[in-house]
Structures are given as C-alpha cells and as structure tokens.
C-alpha cells in the first residue's frame, strides 16, 4: 500500500478512514437535503393512479407511469397559469421600482455632505428589520381609502416600500467603495450631478444591482404575507404563492395537482439561482433579516 | 494627495449655500414611500393597538333601560313592561338619551316594551361606538388560550430552530471545507433557500404524508418495521403516523421543514468566515499537535464567535416573523396546536377582523426586534462615523 500524501497545504491532517467517514456523513446529509425535493418533482409526472397506488421511489420500476398531464392541467385548467403571470406582473415592476428609487437615495448619501445625511442614512436602514406585520393593518386601511385595495399598483408601492431599507443599504455601500475622485474629476469636466449618477455610478455599480436585483425578485415572487393582504385572495390578480396555498388548504387538489403546481412555482427561482449563483447568495445573504 | 474627507470639506466651505436641499429631492421618492409604508403605519398600529371600541349591545341597552326605569318609576321594571305601565316613563327616555348622546327620530308610543325601546334605541346607536385607551388587548393575551399556545410555538421554535439551523450550518461548513465536490454539495443544500415557503411547504406535506405508499417518511419507517419483524424486533405493523395532524408532533415537523430551508443560508456565512480565518492559527493548532476535532472546538469555533452571534440573531428573528410555512401547511391546526403569534395576528387581523386586537400581538413582535434595531442603529453611527 502506498504510504498516504502529507498535504502542502494548511489542511488538518486527516486519516484515510476520517476522510471516508467525512464523505459518508455528507452523502448521506446531501441525500436527505435533495430527497423531498426529488420525490415531489417525480410525482409531479406521474399519473395520478399511480401516485396513491405506489410510492415515487418506485416509478422507474414500473412501465407506463409518466405523464405530462398534471402540469397541463394546472396551467390551462386549474388557474395556476393565470397565477404565474399575475407573480411576474407583480414582480418585475417591484423590482425595477426599488433599484430606481433606492439608488437615487443612496447616491447623495455616499458621495455629498448635506445636515442631516447620517440621521437620514440610520433612518432608512434600521427599518430593515421592521416585521411587516406592524405596518399592514394601517396600509390596507390607507390602500382601501385611496380605492387601490386589490390592485398591482398598491401590491408594486407595497413592496418597493419593504425593499427600499434593503437595497439603500446595499446601495448606500457599494457606491461607498467607488473612489470620490472619479465622481471629483468627472465634476470638474462639468457633468452634471444626474449625469455622474447615470452614466459613472450606475454602470460601475452592476454587481450590486444584480445581487439586489435578484434578492429583491425573489422575495417578491416567493412572499405569501403581502400578497394575502394586499390583493386579498382576488384570483384574478393573485401570485403563485397565494394560490397554491389556496389549493393546498382547500384539499380539492390531489398530490398530482399540488406537485405540478409547487414545481411550476419553484421553476423561475431555480433558473435565477443556478445561472446567477453568486449574486443570489450575496443578495441573500445581505437579506436575512428582511421584513 | 487629498484625503477624499479633505476635498469634500474644501468644496463644502468655498460654496457653502442652500445648493444641498436638493440632494434630499433625490432622496424624496424613497422618503416618501418609507414616510406612509414603513413609518406611519408603525405608530398607527401602536396607536390601534391601545385602542378598545366600546361596542353598544342590544342586551346593555335594555339594562340601561331597565334600571333607568327602575329608578325613576320607583317600581320592578323587566323587559316586556310596557312603557305605559311605568309612571313618569318619559323622564327616563330623557335620562336615556342624555347618557347616549342622541335622541329618537321616531315617536316613542307608550304602547311599547322595554326590550322594544332597547332594539330602536340600539339601531341609532349601533354605528356610534366610542373608543377607550386601555392595554386591554395585552391583558388580553395572556388569558387567550390560542395566544398562550402561540407563545409557547415560537418559544419551541426559537430554541429547535435556530439551534438545528446554527449548529448544521456550522458543521457542513466545517466538514466541507477540503471536500473536492463541495461547490455541488453546497448548491444542493441551499437550493432550498430560493423557493418559497409555500413551495417547501407543499414538498414537506408530501414527505409527511401518513400513507406509507405516499408519504417518504412513513414509507422509510414502514420499511425499518418490516426489517425489524424480519428480527423479530416488531410487529411489522404499521399505519403512519400522520406528522402534521398530531399535536405532538406538528410543530416538529413544521419546524425540521424550516431548518431545511435555513440551514444553507448559515452554512454559506460560515464558510465564508472559516475561510476568512487566518491560517497560521491553525497551523500553529496543528504544529501544537491538536487534533482536527480540538482545533474546530477550541480553536475555530471561539474565532468564529462574532459571526455565530449575527447568525443566531438572525435567525432569532426568522423564528419570530414565521408564517408562511405555518399558514401553508397546517394553517395552525390541528386544534390550533400549532399556531405562532405572526399567524394568529393574521387570522386575528384578516379573517375575524378585530384589529385593534392584532395590532397588539404585531406590537409584540415590534417589541421583540426592537433590541436588535437599536443594536444597529448604533453600528451604523458608528460606520457613519468612522467614514
């Protein structure tokens, strides 16, 4: 037997059989984290005799089990179609919304002195945390009085308002790390202060833009509470999310329904990830605590 | 070289004037919408939450009324007296509309009853409740016995949650920190994190399923029954155990589905921190002859103490604002043995329509967070500060 490789690296030393134990413990934990997603997504193509007859682990040892029926069901027939657009017309404006206005905010208060810059600065970003359950009473009441109540309008200021602590912060950061003698220099060649915003600070600024900008669509697209609020269950106007918990909670749906429809929700979420994984785990991460 | 704070307070001087107002209209739109979304609404609901409507009744009216009658008539006044029965009645319609503020539209005919008067005296006065402050709505709560169980919910969640979240986030960080496949087994792990609450919540009822052909927990328990049977262990019986429909187990189950969720999200943070670490450190650990184990517990783990606190708090936080998953999967049931504050607030709020009595428990959440609020209010000066 060869004698095992010291590591050059700063690496603990690790026995052969620590190594393999390592490796067995994490199989096993990967296995259990991707096994619920597995079997729902495998449900979700199979027919839905099959589905209560026998377990999903056993659909590649059958014939004659997978369809494509469930998913056209729930587009076409069962509304969630409906619902997939509603969750983008809701989402998309959000966030192009909150980008806009946030980095207008943020950029006097990383590159001028102005009375009143930190204490504006604290204000905007320490409501990060707030939990939204104590603003909705009293925005669905002032959403009624305007005649707003139940429209994308009110869910799109609704959620710019929630994001904007966020993004201002991000915003407010990252423009922080771009040195001021480029926004100097570029004073003096007489542009203007919109000009050093739109042209310099905005284009040197697109990773932050992207990391919130898919922080921001996720939580739009993945939030329950708002949209429950806000666009009070109306069907004609309500996201995937309120949806499916409708169906989920009115047990009309069998588990062929429900996976398809869980699965076509989970579809813009997972492309967003995998293809921008880094920017999500940033915006992610910045985003813990939000509302 | 200037400093960038040099030029700045150069330029500040030499034109110095009201040219700076306008640097708050770039802020005004933002303003605005955290003025009338975020900061308003907050003082509303604290507001509404003292507030306790004095709703009229018909049954108090008609003791009002009765007593009133009593009073003034010098005799036993009960609901169906008739008014003509009662000497000097039309003094005490007089007291009566005294004491409410109003007076009847109708002529009052002294072939009427009591109860009679109590019901249109009650159709002018449904709609004029008048408001008392009071922290009624608090008292209320810790007599409530859906609140009480929601107390202890989110006390139940706080400590498993954030326990399983804290301490799996840290191990797989640590364990995949020379692991060749790490990239793809961290995607895996945080893949959860990009869906919804709603989604997992979907995926979770199905792992829970109680039919042992649907569900994959019943169906994996079934399966260590008949291995057990083979040895003569048990009965190689089993039913399924219905996870989401048992009192005891509910909010477990609930809460194993949001550390699956969570746990990518910690795990992420401390990889970052551990590869943040100095090495030396650890080389010096191992020079010293700790083993792997020791220089995690001893070494890595006390470095790691700033961010295992931002995690924690974190989490903490998650913990109090829980919802969706709850309202998705069991919507607190059964029997409300699963609720949490942020559900009954909603249910309270939405569905029963007592407000001032929600606006109480979201004041609870408020209360919860505000420690933390003004932890980073006072960070961020300090950031602002040091700038």
Partial sequence: MKETRIPLTNKPYHKPSEIFLINAILVVFVVIWILPTIGLLITSFRKP??????????????????????????????????????SLLISIPSTILVIIIAALAAFPLAFFKFPGRTFLFVLFVSLQVIPLQITLIPVMKMMSAL?????????????????????????????????????????????????????????????AVASLG????????????????????????????????????????????????????????????LSFQKYFVEGLTAGAVKG | MFSVQGTQGVRQKRRYNYRFLRYYL???PAFLLVVFFLIVPTIQTIILSFQVPQRVSVSELRKDLIQIFSETGGIDVDR??????????????????????????????????????????????????????????????????????????????????????????????????????????????????????????????????KDVQIGTINALLNFLNHVGRYFRMSSGYYEGIAFLGRPETVNFALIAAGVWMWVGFCMTVFSAALAALPADVREAAMV??????????????????????????????????????????????????????ANRMYRTAFNEGNFEYAAAMAVILFLCIVPVMIGNIKSYYIEESQR
């Fill in chain 1, 49 to 86: 005799e099959a589905i209560v007859s026998s377990g999903w682990w056993m659909a590649f040892s059958r014939v004659n089990e997978f369809t494509l029926e469930n998913y056209r069901a729930v587009l076409l027939q069962g509304g969630v179609g409906r619902a997939f657009v509603n």
């Fill in chain 1, 147 to 207: 005649g707003i109540s139940g429209t994308f309008p009110a869910i799109w200021m609704a959620h710019t308002a929630y994001g904007l602590p966020l993004a201002i912060y991000i915003f407010r950061n990252f423009f922080a790390g771009i040195p001021y003698a480029i926004i100097e220099s570029a004073e003096v060649d007489g542009a203007t202060k919109f000009q050093i915003f739109s042209r310099l600070v905005i284009p040197m600024s697109m990773p």
């Fill in chain 1, 214 to 273: 898919i922080f921001q669509f996720m939580w739009v697209w993945n939030d329950l509470l708002v949209a429950l609020v806000f666009l009070g269950g109306t069907p004609e106007v309500a996201p995937l999310t309120v949806k499916i918990a409708s169906m989920k909670g009115s047990l009309e749906s069998g588990w062929h329904l429900m996976s398809a429809a869980a699965f076509v929700s989970m579809v813009i979420p997972l492309i967003l990830f």
């Fill in chain 2, 26 to 28: 770039w802020m005004l």
């Fill in chain 2, 80 to 209: 169906y007296t008739l008014l003509q029965d009662i000497p000097s009645w039309q003094k005490g319609v007089a007291l009566f509309q005294e004491k409410y503020h109003f007076s009847y539209k109708e002529k009052i005919e002294d072939t009427l009853t009591v109860n009679d008067l109590a019901e249109i005296s009650y159709t002018h006065l449904k709609e004029k409740s008048s408001i008392r402050f009071g922290i009624d709505h608090y008292k209320r709560m810790f007599t409530d016995s859906d609140m009480l169980i929601a107390f202890r919910n989110n006390l139940v969640w706080l400590v498993f949650f954030t326990v399983f979240t804290v301490s799996f986030g840290l191990g797989f960080a640590k364990l995949l920190m020379n692991i060749r496949w790490a990239p793809i087994a961290k995607t895996i792990i945080f893949v959860p994190m990009a869906i919804s609450y709603v989604a997992a919540g979907v995926i979770w009822s199905f792992m829970y399923d």
């Fill in chain 2, 288 to 341: 010293d002859g700790a083993t792997p184990v020791q220089t995690f517990f001893l070494v890595e783990v006390p470095m790691l103490l700033p961010t295992i606190t931002v995690v924690t708090t974190t989490m903490v936080i998650n913990v109090l604002k829980v919802f969706d998953i709850v309202y998705t999967m069991t919507q607190g049931g059964p029997y409300g043995s699963s609720e949490v504050l």
